[in-house]
């Protein structure tokens, strides 16, 4: 389906092919073997086959020989398309979940604080439940995602004193 011209099995091309790929999955990378200039190439249902899209060229026109910024290629496919690039995208939503993270910790933190005070104040006007020292201690192990200090199902012997 490809002219004999077109050579796809050049390592930059491939390479090349890998990258352009990450923008549509059916565009191919290969070097112009007449003209010598790299080209991309896509499957057109008009033409009933593949037919070269664009060369890949620098700003001037030149085309690129040797090591190919695939990254300027990919780019600028994605402005073709009027789209955003997909790296872009993971980056918007990682900031966004991040902000999330915070506010949900930030509300944990405020709701174990109001908590902490509150059992604190009960405790130093004498109707508390629970001793501060207690509080505190089940607080910061919840804040450090602490549970109960031994295993479950295990026995713990306190030594014996004398006189007791």
């Not at 002219?3 to 390592?11: A, F, V």
């Not at 930059?12 to 352009?20: C, F």
């Not at 026109?61 to 690039?85: C, T």
């Not at 020292?133 to 026995?155: I, L, N």
């Amino acid at each position: 389906m490809l002219p004999s011209w077109l050579d796809t099995r050049h390592p930059e091309a491939a390479r090349g092919t890998t990258r352009v790929r990450s923008v549509d999955a059916n565009l191919i990378i290969g070097r112009d073997l007449r003209r010598d200039v790299f080209q991309v190439w896509g499957p057109s249902l008009d033409a009933g086959g593949w037919v070269p899209l664009c060369d890949c060229q620098d700003d001037t026109g030149r085309p690129f020989r040797g090591a190919v910024p695939w990254e300027l290629i990919v780019a600028s496919l994605v402005q073709a398309r009027g789209g955003e690039l997909s790296v872009d995208v993971a980056a918007r939503h990682n900031e966004a979940l991040d902000r999330a993270n915070d506010a949900a910790l930030d509300r944990r933190l405020e709701e174990g604080a109001k908590f902490y005070a509150r059992a604190v104040a009960g405790e130093r006007e004498g109707w508390g439940r629970w001793d501060a020292a207690e509080v505190e201690d089940a607080y910061r192990m919840a804040m450090e995602g602490g549970g109960k200090a031994a295993p479950r199902g295990v026995k713990h012997f306190l030594p014996a004193t004398a006189g007791s």
